[in-house]
């Protein structure tokens, strides 16, 4: 496929560490933060240079303690990391509770998106299946009375939106087929993911990128725009599942070795136990290995009427030639692939000549990616627009 064939490994591997922590990515390029310096510029540098002149030995067997040590860690990290893989796996088999009780996604939620993806769909329709959905009222509500888009009466009091109704009317039909999945798709995120807070912030970005990027190249490829969208949106349910369950089951197991080793009174495991924290080597391959396949399992158990998601996902897993795919499966590609291009570039993660290298790559004709440039993707023009 483009996405894979195109972006070499080293702009994949940056990329991740993106969505993981900014700063991890930047480092990955030797690049520091304000007022950052380097080890070898640092007072503790030369202190340690002057010592190893007077302290050679005293350090040499420090050193090879700490090592040691380090070691020991990173057995247990790896223990541990045994334990949270095979949860996580047996976990993802289920796909119902995964879906249900994971992404809190619900037959009502499908009906949803098939309602939207037909000509037919008008507020009376959507708000008879969207009231069902608790959560997604309370999110339409709150969306449309936020401060930039109240509105006032003649007297210049706020009107409050207080019926989902009013809402839908006030988002209109157009604006509602693009804020509705996306609200669905955002909610999926994971709330805490510590150390590592901008997880959710980053992958919302990207999966918004991907989505308008879709929707914007699916008429050159005679797709249908909304069908391209929601596509983009809901092929990273997979990401947002597994992301969601490492750092659930990162706490749970992390709890019960610690646990047991307070009760086997093993203050070695203890002690090494709380050195660690969620890790992002662990955490990358299983996003890598498995969020597709999670979104393809996913679609079929969703078994929507009106939209082709689970043909395109089989494809990107099968690693089908982009001159042999279906159209929808090439906007799919293209659109990650350009997201990908686009945050790298927004977060200064181009080093040299890597940047024209990049987009070189992209199959997306050039007066569409002219216009994609110029665009603000990752914000949700629904709400910029009311």
């Given at each position: 496929?483009?996405?894979?064939?195109?972006?070499?490994?080293?702009?994949?591997?940056?990329?991740?560490?993106?969505?993981?922590?900014?700063?991890?990515?930047k480092a990955m390029i030797g690049r520091r933060g304000p007022g950052e310096v380097?080890?070898?510029?640092?007072?503790?540098?030369?202190?340690?240079?002057?010592?190893?002149?007077?302290?050679?030995?005293?350090?040499?067997?420090?050193?090879?303690?700490?090592?040691?040590?380090?070691?020991?860690?990173?057995?247990i990290n790896q223990q541990l990391h045994t334990v949270i893989d095979k949860k996580?796996?047996?976990?993802?088999?289920?796909?119902?509770?995964?879906?249900?009780?994971?992404?809190?996604?619900?037959?009502?939620?499908?009906?949803?998106?098939?309602?939207?993806?037909?000509?037919?769909?008008?507020?009376?329709?959507?708000?008879?299946?969207?009231?069902?959905?608790?959560?997604?009222?309370?999110?339409?509500?709150?969306?449309?009375?936020?401060?930039?888009?109240?509105?006032?009466?003649?007297?210049?009091?706020?009107?409050?939106?207080?019926?989902?109704?009013?809402?839908?009317?006030?988002?209109?039909?157009?604006?509602?087929?693009?804020?509705?999945?996306?609200?669905?798709?955002?909610?999926?995120?994971?709330?805490?993911?510590?150390?590592?807070?901008?997880?959710?912030?980053?992958?919302?970005?990207?999966?918004?990128?991907?989505?308008?990027?879709?929707?914007?190249?699916?008429?050159?490829?005679?797709?249908?725009?909304?069908?391209?969208?929601?596509?983009?949106?809901?092929?990273?349910?997979?990401?947002?599942?597994?992301?969601?369950?490492?750092?659930?089951?990162?706490?749970?197991?992390?709890?019960?070795?610690?646990?047991?080793?307070?009760?086997?009174?093993?203050?070695?495991?203890?002690?090494?136990?709380?050195?660690?924290?969620?890790?992002?080597?662990?955490?990358?391959?299983?996003?890598?290995?498995?969020?597709?396949?999670?979104?393809?399992?996913?679609?079929?158990?969703?078994?929507?009427?009106?939209?082709?998601?689970?043909?395109?996902?089989?494809?990107?897993?099968?690693?089908?030639?982009?001159?042999?795919?279906?159209?929808?499966?090439?906007?799919?590609?293209?659109?990650?692939?350009?997201?990908?291009?686009?945050?790298?570039?927004?977060?200064?993660?181009?080093?040299?000549?890597?940047?024209?290298?990049?987009?070189?790559?992209?199959?997306?004709?050039?007066?569409?990616l002219q216009k994609l440039h110029s665009q603000t993707l990752h914000l949700l023009?629904?709400?910029?627009?009311?």
């Amino acid at each position: 496929m483009v996405e894979r064939l195109l972006a070499p490994p080293a702009f994949a591997k940056r990329f991740n560490y993106l969505l993981l922590a900014p700063e991890l990515a930047k480092a990955m390029i030797g690049r520091r933060g304000p007022g950052e310096v380097s080890y070898a510029e640092s007072e503790q540098s030369f202190t340690r240079r002057q010592l190893l002149k007077v302290e050679k030995d005293a350090i040499k067997s420090k050193l090879e303690t700490a090592k040691i040590q380090a070691n020991y860690v990173q057995q247990i990290n790896q223990q541990l990391h045994t334990v949270i893989d095979k949860k996580l796996l047996q976990t993802l088999a289920d796909t119902q509770d995964v879906c249900e009780n994971l992404l809190n996604w619900s037959e009502h939620t499908t009906n949803l998106i098939d309602l939207l993806a037909t000509p037919s769909a008008t507020i009376s329709k959507v708000e008879a299946i969207a009231v069902n959905i608790p959560w997604l009222v309370d999110e339409l509500l709150k969306q449309v009375n936020q401060p930039q888009y109240r509105r006032r009466d003649a007297r210049g009091d706020v009107i409050a939106v207080d019926t989902l109704k009013t809402a839908l009317s006030f988002i209109g039909i157009d604006n509602v087929k693009r804020v509705i999945p996306a609200l669905i798709y955002k909610q999926t995120l994971p709330l805490i993911s510590d150390p590592f807070p901008q997880i959710k912030h980053k992958v919302w970005e990207y999966s918004l990128i991907c989505a308008r990027t879709a929707e914007a190249i699916a008429k050159s490829h005679k797709v249908k725009p909304f069908e391209a969208y929601t596509l983009a949106l809901f092929s990273q349910l997979g990401r947002s599942a597994i992301i969601k369950l490492y750092f659930r089951l990162f706490e749970q197991v992390h709890l019960d070795f610690l646990r047991h080793a307070q009760k086997a009174k093993l203050r070695n495991l203890h002690s090494a136990l709380v050195q660690l924290v969620p890790d992002p080597k662990r955490l990358l391959p299983l996003i890598d290995e498995h969020s597709d396949k999670a979104a393809l399992h996913l679609f079929e158990y969703m078994v929507f009427k009106r939209v082709g998601y689970t043909s395109a996902m089989q494809q990107v897993l099968q690693d089908v030639l982009p001159e042999d795919a279906d159209p929808l499966t090439q906007v799919l590609q293209q659109a990650r692939y350009y997201a990908k291009y686009r945050m790298l570039k927004d977060n200064n993660l181009f080093l040299d000549d890597e940047n024209d290298k990049f987009i070189a790559g992209c199959a997306i004709e050039s007066d569409l990616l002219q216009k994609l440039h110029s665009q603000t993707l990752h914000l949700l023009p629904i709400l910029t627009d009311l």
